[in-house]
């Protein structure tokens, strides 16, 4: 019996087995033939009645729980420091805390704009007179040099201040102002100011006292947009800090509580007595004597910096953001030449301000074919409302769209001469209409476009595929979203900008595209440049035949308003129940797209890209271009819109007899005879190449 319990001890585990009366058995593992042992068996009831032997419980000692607590620190230590280093570089604080100020010039020298906050060169502490150092000591942090970034005592005394209804106080050091106004936002909470504290540790840790206090003197605010005391002593007394008095450091220093209210240009009371309360506090740390403090005069403001260039312009606001990034972390102000022709930009205000367009807005942008913008206009009035209509603005283009599916059509290989088929849809969920509601049974591509054949746009697009025409409208420059297998793209229902629309024109008149619009200068590219980035053209058959068409346009189709004495290319767009107006074209050196609609996108009364649009597109480049008037044309209805403009015939539109025949002298071109016969209107165009007979213009339907 002891060898079987020796034998079960040493195996340290047994299995019960209920034998078949029901009581339980045990067996040895180690036993391979399973030797059993009874409940009954007085050897096992001994065993089974011996406790078994407690656990040993393993103390920790002191030295276990020191290295254990010096590595949960040292690991919460590298955490503060990573999180420290992301969030709040000592780099940072080097910086300019608000954008430095940035002019802008037209491309002659003219001031246009002016922009940002007046900023200068940081300052020294070394080469500062000690009263300087010492007024903003004495008023801000007296202990400055004695704390470790924090003051229990600053913090002490102003929460008992605060508790007793005493003058509201922060208990911010210098080294917590440098944190919060450089790395952390203004807002009022104990979590931003727990950050505020371990940031200011984190600067003592690594920067000297002197590295503080310049850095705070050359970033803080004093009013008046103006930042840093080297600019503030520049703006209210015209000299620098190196060279400032006791009283004008003491008025400078006072200020920084509260700019606003103190700002000595628009509240020099305030500001008197602020620094007299700089002067009492320097009293009362030693810096000065009593005697000095009596001696102290008011000093005299010399306020020589005045800005009286408009901080924003639609061009200013457009071109900004990427002077920005030109400046860089900068203290000093900043000028720029823009690629704005000053001339050009008086020419498109006035002609827009004489345009006669009611409640209407209206965006011009007028660019060279290499995509220098030399003029903008965003909307009717920029003090009324900012917004860009020209660049911001997503609008659908109508058929100035048209250009992609035509131009599509040249890549495959077709011809200004091609037969497209004209008649109505019949068929299909989407059955789009010619506006002027002519149909025939085929038409020339060049008709088509000149006409602005709606039904002919949406079978070549049809034709040519969704997915080449929106690869054609990327490759010259639109980025906007287009829709892939609507039909109706073709008709310009996508939104676009009216800037990259009028690039993408560029992009023809110019023959390289893409073109981007720029609103400066671009540097002078080197042959690596010309070698790898290279951009596309077209073939010369190809852009000839584009030419062609857009020529067309104006001269016998819906952009006749747009006719100048020099030859001239452009495109009309009138968007569905006449939401969008525009006319997209060039001439000479210059690229100009017009649009005129509604801001809340409601439809516009009686004008389509053929009326006004045309007429301030050709409004300016006369006068951009410096050429004569043409004779007046008759103003034809835009087959794209459903609604008449409301224009008068001219004179040079000869009604002939009483049947409604008219004849059109084309500026020497030509002449064209409008008739009627038995019901069919005809055209009968008389030139240099003989006579042409040609379906005539149905009268537009009535209004809606």
Not at 203 to 214: F, P
Not at 299 to 323: C, I, K, M, Q, S
Not at 562 to 583: E, H, V, W
Not at 595 to 620: E, Q, R
């Amino acid at each position: 019996m002891i060898g079987k319990l020796l034998r079960g001890l040493k195996g340290n585990a047994h299995r019960p087995a209920p034998d078949r009366r029901g009581a339980n058995h045990y067996f040895s593992l180690q036993d391979p033939y399973g030797d059993r042992w009874d409940d009954d068996d007085p050897d096992y009831a001994d065993y089974r009645a011996a406790p078994a032997p407690a656990p040993a419980v393993r103390k920790h000692t002191r030295w276990w729980w020191f290295s254990r607590g010096v590595a949960a620190f040292l690991f919460l230590l590298m955490l503060t420091v990573a999180w420290l280093a992301i969030t709040a570089p000592l780099s940072k604080s080097l910086e300019p805390i608000a954008p430095p100020q940035i002019t802008l010039l037209s491309a002659d020298g003219t001031p246009i704009a002016r922009n940002g906050a007046i900023i200068a060169a940081p300052v020294d502490t070394e080469k500062l007179p000690e009263h300087v150092v010492e007024a903003f000591l004495a008023i801000e942090d007296r202990r400055f040099f004695s704390h470790w970034g924090v003051d229990p005592r600053g913090l002490a005394r102003a929460a008992l201040s605060n508790f007793t209804g005493g003058s509201t106080q922060g208990g911010s050091t210098i080294t917590q102002q440098l944190a919060k106004f450089t790395f952390l936002t203004p807002e009022r909470s104990l979590t931003r100011k727990a950050r505020e504290m371990l940031i200011a540790f984190w600067l003592e840790t690594w920067l000297t006292k002197e590295e503080i206090l310049e850095r705070y003197l050359s970033n803080t605010y004093f009013g008046d947009n103006v930042y840093g005391l080297r600019a503030a002593s520049l703006h209210y007394f015209y000299r620098q800090p190196e060279n400032l008095t006791l009283g004008q450091a003491a008025m400078l220093a006072g200020l920084v509580q509260a700019p606003s209210r103190f700002a000595p240009t628009r509240h020099y009371d305030r500001a008197e007595k602020r620094m007299k309360m700089v002067v009492n506090a320097m009293v009362d740390a030693d810096f000065i004597t009593e005697g000095e403090a009596r001696a102290i005069r008011k000093p005299r403001l010399d306020v020589r910096t005045r800005n009286d260039l408009p901080t924003g312009t639609y061009f200013a606001d457009w071109a900004l953001p990427e002077a920005r990034k030109m400046a860089g972390a900068s203290y000093s102000s900043q000028t720029y030449t823009t690629t704005l022709d000053a001339r050009l930009q008086g020419i498109a205000s006035r002609v827009v301000s004489r345009a006669g367009l009611g409640n209407a807005q209206v965006a011009l942008v007028a660019m060279r074919p290499n995509g220098d913008v030399v003029a903008m206009i965003g909307g009717k009035d920029y003090r009324k409302s900012p917004f860009n209509r020209a660049t911001q603005a997503k609008r659908q283009p109508g058929s100035t769209f048209k250009l992609f599916v035509w131009l599509t059509a040249l890549d495959a290989g077709m011809d200004p001469d091609d037969l497209i088929d004209n008649r109505a849809f019949d068929k299909g969920s989407y059955q789009p209409r010619n506006a002027s509601g002519r149909y025939s049974d085929t038409i020339t591509l060049k008709e088509a476009f000149a006409r602005s054949s709606n039904v002919a746009a949406v079978r070549l697009f049809n034709e040519l595929g969704d997915k080449a025409v929106i690869r054609t409208a990327r490759d010259f420059g639109i980025t906007s979203p287009l829709a892939e297998g609507d039909p109706s793209l073709a008709l310009g229902t996508s939104t676009v900008t009216l800037l990259e629309l009028t690039a993408a024109y560029a992009g023809v008149a110019a023959n390289e595209y893409p073109v981007i619009p720029r609103a400066f200068p671009a540097e002078e590219k080197g042959w690596f440049d010309w070698l790898w980035n290279s951009k596309s053209h077209l073939s010369s058959s190809q852009h000839r035949a584009m030419q062609e068409m857009l020529r067309s346009v104006i001269n016998s189709g819906t952009g006749r308003s747009a006719m100048l004495s020099i030859p001239n290319y452009g495109k009309t767009g009138t968007s569905q129940d006449n939401r969008d107006a525009l006319f997209i074209g060039y001439a000479g050196d210059l690229v100009v797209g017009v649009w005129i609609g509604n801001d809340d996108n409601t439809p516009l009364n009686g004008v389509s890209g053929g009326g006004l649009p045309a007429k301030i597109w050709a409004n300016f480049m006369r006068q951009a271009q410096n050429v004569p008037a043409g004779r007046p044309r008759q103003q034809e209805v835009d087959p794209e819109g459903p609604i008449q403009p409301l224009d008068v015939p001219d004179l040079g539109d000869i009604p002939i007899g009483n049947n409604g025949t008219r004849l059109n002298v084309d500026d020497g071109e030509g002449l064209t005879i409008t008739t009627d016969v038995q019901g069919v209107p005809i055209e009968i165009r008389l030139d240099d190449r003989g006579i042409k007979v040609e379906p005539g213009q149905a009268p537009p339907p009535p209004e809606n």
